[in-house]
């Protein structure tokens, strides 16, 4: 399991190659890792915390108080898996793992 740091995330390439190359299923915290052809992640959706983010971002620039804005803890989270990725390192993902994704990557 790779942890969700700067670091892994800035070395993003060089920890998926890593993995890989020493046929080690790795679970990231991201879906960008799997894209990027990791084996899977599971971790909050981005997509939903960078729009949250921006509503945010809009009340500062209307004049709200900063410390009058709730502070917004991710409420969705997703599993994604690279099938590409799981054939190359020959591990086999049950077929109830995939009912619970939210997207596989073919």
């Known amino acids: 399991m790779v942890a969700d740091s700067a670091e892994a995330s800035t070395q993003l390439r060089l920890v998926?190659?890593?993995?890989?190359?020493?046929?080690?299923?790795?679970?990231?915290?991201?879906?960008?890792?799997?894209?990027?052809?990791?084996?899977?992640?599971?971790?909050?959706?981005?997509?939903?915390?960078?729009?949250?983010?921006?509503?945010?971002?809009?009340?500062?620039?209307?004049?709200?108080?900063?410390?009058?804005i709730p502070f917004y803890r991710a409420t969705t989270f997703e599993l994604v898996i690279n099938q590409k990725t799981a054939a190359l390192l020959g591990v086999q993902i049950p077929p109830a793992i995939y009912g619970f994704a939210s997207d596989v990557i073919e």
Do not use: N, W
């Open 16 to 68: 998926i190659d890593l993995a890989a190359s020493e046929y080690v299923p790795s679970l990231f915290p991201y879906r960008s890792f799997p894209e990027a052809g990791g084996l899977m992640s599971y971790g909050p959706d981005t997509r939903e915390l960078y729009r949250h983010a921006a509503v945010d971002i809009d009340q500062i620039l209307k004049g709200e108080e900063v410390g009058t």
